[in-house]
């Protein structure tokens, strides 16, 4: 195991998390399926939207593969139109998917391509993504999507900025775009910055929400109910790293 991919100490899970920047106006949150940026990042979106910040929001799958009892023709626009009214309820007015297949997206050249040429269509200073990480924090493990996208988020964000990366790209007029300063990685186990769940948690919930037909398959709880304590509950847990303010956590790379 890689001094990268070690569990975080007790000193690094104590130490308090630092406001996530500020200053940039656009963003891009890059993922791997519908509901994962509701599961991890929606109330900080809802924030940074009220304050007129552009966030635009690109999915590798359609989550085809979600729902064991619907078919993958069946489940995957219907996952899309959930994913579009969810993006729609924290003020993200652009939503796109790279069609990659749903359970077996693939860590390599081709996903870097897509996400860079992502990256050089919406110029953003900051990009998101979901924890690349092989566990949740010593807990269960994480999928081969989720890792599989994350990786190729941190190393697309560079390579949009090289014109000799995909130089295919700049003759579909996709120009090279160098000005990621950041990409934060939420659900993170080492999270080092937080933004305060409490202006967006309502509409985070809605925002989750809006995935009812995944939610109803997955729990036999009250979905708003299931919702709301999930999102409480997370943004609750990092409140003492963060003065006692529930949060929402990233682990940020500065570029």
Not at 126 to 153: E, S, Y
Request: glycine share 10%; aromatic share 8%.
């Amino acid at each position: 195991m890689s001094e990268q991919e070690r569990e975080p100490t007790a000193r690094q899970e104590a130490a308090p998390l630092l406001p996530m920047p500020e200053d940039w106006s656009r963003a891009l949150a890059v993922v791997a399926h519908p509901d994962d940026l509701e599961y991890g990042c929606s109330a900080a979106v809802a924030a940074w939207t009220d304050a007129g910040r552009e966030v635009v929001y690109v999915l590798a799958t359609r989550g085809e593969a979600g729902i064991d009892g619907l078919a993958p023709e069946v489940c995957g626009p219907l996952r899309e139109r959930e994913q579009r009214a969810s993006a729609e309820a924290v003020g993200v007015r652009r939503v796109e998917f790279l069609d990659h297949r749903d359970g077996v997206v693939e860590y390599g050249v081709g996903l870097r391509r897509d996400i860079a040429a992502a990256v050089r269509r919406h110029r953003p200073e900051l990009v998101l993504t979901l924890n690349h990480r092989d566990t949740w924090g010593g807990g269960p493990w994480n999928t081969p999507d989720h890792v599989a996208v994350g990786r190729a988020v941190l190393d697309a964000a560079a390579d949009a900025g090289n014109r000799w990366i995909f130089p295919e790209l700049a003759e579909q007029g996709l120009e090279p775009w160098d000005g990621v300063r950041w990409v934060a990685v939420a659900a993170s186990p080492r999270p080092t910055h937080a933004v305060d769940a409490r202006p967006g948690l309502e509409r985070a919930v809605r925002s989750l929400l809006e995935h009812r037909t995944y939610i109803e398959a997955l729990t036999d709880e009250d979905p708003e109910a299931y919702c709301r304590d999930f999102l409480a509950g997370g943004a609750g847990g990092a409140a003492a790293r963060f003065g006692g303010v529930p949060a929402v956590t990233f682990e940020l790379f500065p570029r």
